[in-house]
């Protein structure tokens, strides 16, 4: 079956660094262009960031412009999300999102950014 497993969240002190994997299996997963999502407690999903099917493309919210680096390797089937220079706003849910049809959500992992 089809599985989008995300990790790599936790807590972590404003100014600090997580990275995210996504391990994708079960579709063709190099046909997908590849999303980041986060949704925070009262506040609606929010695409953080997108890779093109080959990773020659990425596109980012401006409120991570310059801190977050999103990557893909399709020989291993996993994107991931570097997140540097974190703050409390960046404390959410982050979801993997294989964007085709049909696409594909993970579970989500959870970051929380606090002192």
């Known amino acids: 079956q089809v599985q989008l497993v995300e990790s790599g969240g936790g807590l972590v002190q404003p100014g600090g660094s997580l990275r995210l994997s996504c391990a994708a299996s079960?579709?063709?997963?190099?046909?997908?262009?590849m999303n980041w999502y986060r949704q925070a407690p009262g506040k609606e999903r929010e695409l953080v960031a997108r890779i093109s099917r080959a990773g020659h493309n990425t596109n980012y919210a401006g409120a991570v412009e310059g801190r977050f680096t999103i990557s893909r390797d399709n020989a291993k089937n996993t994107v991931t999300l570097q997140m540097n220079s974190l703050q409390p706003e960046d404390t959410a849910v982050y979801y993997c999102?294989?964007?085709?049809?049909?696409?594909?959500w993970g579970r989500g992992t959870q970051v929380t950014v606090s002192s």
């Open positions: 999102h294989a964007d085709g049809w049909p696409d594909y």
């Open positions: 079960g579709f063709t997963f190099s046909i997908y262009a």
